[in-house]
Structures are given as structure tokens and as C-alpha cells.
């Protein structure tokens, strides 16, 4: 029971400048209803007046139109009134939605800003320079795997070659060494060796012929 009596009530969106237009169209609609009196006023005064006239009342009838012509003045001022309160009304209803513009900017700015104070710039850097090293790498990788290597990667694998089969190559002893003639190097061992056809000339070909 205590917590039901003592919920607080929900609170209410209706702002101060909803409630002053609320009273300034009631307003407005009074002075409508006013004007609509005093028209309906004014045409039946101006009849009575005519059968004033006709029956001989002139200072009646006189009486009559002096106060069509002061509501008639009346009615004028309730128009400038409407108009006022038009204005009014409509002056507050469109500062009410440049406030909630500028409440929406204001909120926008804070997300904004809380947004650029969670990005580091330092972390994007990293973040694309190892993205962009990734990338390199990937192509790389590509480029080796589809055979497009250039003439320099071609070097450098033979230069590899070589290398390895030097260090696999097992060391000669001087004692066997015959001669003069110098063990061949590990270079020379592991350089690729070009077989060619040899082309025989026709003179060639006679020299063997006679020396049968």
C-alpha cells in the first residue's frame, strides 16, 4: 500500500510556452466569438433604426446608430487584437522549434565529441600502416605464387641456390689434390651448367669422311 501512495507521478511533457500558446488560442477564440456577436449586432441595429425611422422616432433611431458605431470601432479593435495574438502564438510555436533544433545540435555535439575523443589518432596510423604492410605482404605472397617473379627475384634465388649447396658441399682434403689442378669451388660445383648443341660444319663432316 505504501509503495502504491507513494509512486511519484510520471512528469508531465507539457512545457510553460505549451501552456501560454494553449491560453493565447483561447484567447483568439473568444475574440472570434465576440466579433461574430457583434456583427450579428450591428445588422440587426441597423434594421431596428429603419422602423424607428419610419414610426417617427428620429432620436431613437439616432441613439441606435451612435452604438452601431462605437461597436463598429469595438470591432476593429478585436481584429487588431486577433491579429496581435496570431503573431504572438506564432512567434512562440517557432521559438519552441528553434529551442529543440538547438537542443538537437547541442546533444549531437556531445556525441560528437565523445565519439572523437574515443578515436586516437596515433591508433589509425598503426592500424593503416599495418593494414597497408599486410596488403604488400599478400601481394607479394601472390606474386610468388603465380610465377611473376622479375629478373632481380630470379638472381636472388639462384645467389640462395648456390648458397645452400655450398654449405651441403663436403670440404676436400689438399692430400688428394692431383697435380697442379685446383678443386673446382663450391660456385662453380652449384652454377648451372648450359648444355648446347654443337653444330657441325660441312667441312667437319669432310675432314671425318677422308681420315676413314
Given at each position: 500500500m505504501g509503495g502504491i501512495f507513494g509512486k511519484k507521478k510520471?512528469?508531465?511533457?507539457?512545457?510553460?510556452?505549451d501552456k501560454a500558446v494553449l491560453q493565447l488560442k483561447q484567447q483568439r477564440d473568444k475574440l472570434k466569438q465576440y466579433q461574430k456577436?457583434?456583427?450579428?449586432?450591428?445588422?440587426?441595429?441597423?434594421?431596428?433604426?429603419?422602423?424607428?425611422?419610419?414610426k417617427g422616432q428620429k432620436d431613437r433611431a439616432l441613439l441606435l446608430l451612435k452604438k452601431k458605431r462605437y461597436q463598429?470601432?469595438?470591432?476593429?479593435?478585436?481584429?487588431?487584437?486577433?491579429?496581435?495574438?496570431?503573431?504572438?502564438?506564432?512567434?512562440i510555436e517557432?521559438?519552441?522549434?528553434?529551442?529543440?533544433?538547438?537542443?538537437?545540435?547541442?546533444?549531437?555535439n556531445e556525441a560528437l565529441k565523445k565519439v572523437n575523443q574515443a578515436i586516437n589518432?596515433?591508433?589509425?596510423?598503426?592500424?593503416?600502416?599495418?593494414?597497408?604492410?599486410?596488403?604488400?605482404?599478400q601481394d607479394e605472397i601472390s606474386s610468388l605464387l603465380s610465377g611473376g617473379l622479375t629478373e632481380e627475384d630470379e638472381d636472388a634465388v639462384e645467389d640462395e641456390l648456390a648458397q645452400i649447396l655450398k654449405e651441403q658441399m663436403p670440404e676436400v682434403p689438399l692430400d688428394d689434390v692431383v697435380g697442379n689442378e685446383e678443386p673446382a669451388s663450391a660456385e662453380e660445383v652449384a652454377k648451372p651448367v648450359k648444355k648446347e648443341k654443337a653444330k657441325k660444319s660441312p667441312a667437319a663432316t669432310e675432314r671425318v669422311a677422308v681420315e676413314a
Open positions: 510520471p512528469r508531465s511533457r507539457v512545457t510553460a510556452q456577436r457583434i456583427e450579428l449586432t450591428l445588422s440587426s441595429d441597423r434594421e431596428l433604426a429603419k422602423q424607428l425611422l419610419k463598429e470601432q469595438l470591432l476593429v479593435k478585436t481584429d487588431n487584437q486577433l491579429e496581435n495574438l496570431e503573431k504572438l502564438t506564432h512567434d517557432f521559438t519552441q522549434i528553434e529551442l529543440e533544433v538547438v537542443e538537437g545540435l547541442k546533444q549531437g589518432i596515433e591508433d589509425i596510423e598503426r592500424i593503416l600502416d599495418e593494414t597497408r604492410e599486410a596488403k604488400e605482404k
